[in-house]
């Protein structure tokens, strides 16, 4: 079992920059491809953001390719989302998640390619 705690969200404006985290307490983090993904309200949960077990290889929703990124920390069993140049719409509930995979290609971008979520963090951008 892999539990995973979002923190960072907040109010930020439009512009902004901010840095989401994730950390679990499982060994299993270091052998997981991670991913970010967010819910707006009313719409379907979307993919963000992915990264290898390796922390090597990314891939980002065309959206935000450029202006997000993401990175993990295996020592510290923590993946993060730096998201800068904020826009109103990339207000949402941003969760992490995580797929035991020692693939070293990021293919992984469904939500149902992901085993274990966190429970989310609100990012809400004012303009």
């Known amino acids: 079992q892999v539990q995973l705690v979002e923190s960072g969200g907040g109010v930020v404006q439009a512009g902004d920059s901010l840095r989401l985290s994730c950390v679990t307490t499982?060994?299993?983090?270091?052998?997981?491809?991670m991913a970010w993904f967010r819910q707006a309200p009313g719409r379907e949960r979307e993919f963000v953001a992915t990264i290898t077990w390796t922390g090597r290889e990314t891939y980002y929703k065309d959206s935000v390719e450029g202006r997000f990124t993401i990175s993990r920390d295996n020592a510290k069993n923590t993946v993060y989302l730096l998201m800068s140049s904020l826009k109103p719409s990339n207000t949402a509930v941003y969760y992490c998640?995580?797929?035991?995979?020692?693939?070293?290609?990021?293919?992984?971008?469904?939500?149902?390619?992901?085993?274990?979520w966190g429970q989310g963090t609100q990012v809400t951008v004012s303009s």
């Open positions: 499982s060994r299993a983090f270091s052998s997981c491809a």
């Open positions: 998640a995580a797929r035991p995979s020692i693939s070293l290609t990021t293919s992984y971008t469904t939500v149902n390619d992901y085993d274990y």
